[in-house]
């Protein structure tokens, strides 16, 4: 499995971004693709996921309203819009993989560890 971030940069605060992942590879219909973020000093987040079976979305407190992931299947890409941007959502943000067991009941894996696959990081910055 590969995949590459793209689409960070530097953005005002109240700004909009999008970020791409493409991804190939996958050996199976069932994984999770979820949205990473790391900030300077800080350990590496959860921001959102989504489900290749039914498209389940989670998204973490700090972004939910603001951060919508989607996926085009017919580009095997995931999108993670983000609006409204704000100063504490600088950070590096890293595109993630995992497989999920067909007819398990859908979850976010939280920890960085639960997921096998990451592309490289794409830094976003929000600043005047």
């Known amino acids: 499995v590969q995949l590459q971030a793209s689409g960070g940069g530097l953005v005002q605060p109240g700004g909009s971004l999008r970020l791409s992942c493409a991804a190939s590879g996958f050996t199976s219909d069932y994984y999770n693709i979820g949205w990473f973020r790391q900030a300077p000093g800080k350990a590496r987040e959860r921001v959102s996921c989504i489900s290749s079976d039914d498209g389940s979305t989670y998204y973490a407190d700090s972004v939910k309203g603001r951060f919508t992931i989607s996926s085009d299947n017919a580009k095997n890409t995931v999108y993670l819009h983000m609006n409204s941007l704000k100063p504490e959502d600088t950070a590096v943000y890293y595109c993630?993989?995992?497989?999920?067991?067909?007819?398990?009941?859908?979850?976010?894996?939280?920890?960085?560890?639960?997921?096998?696959?990451w592309g490289q990081g794409t830094l976003v910055t929000v600043s005047s």
């Open positions: 993630a993989a995992t497989y999920v067991a067909y007819g398990s009941s859908w979850s976010c894996p939280r920890a960085p560890y639960q997921y096998d696959y």
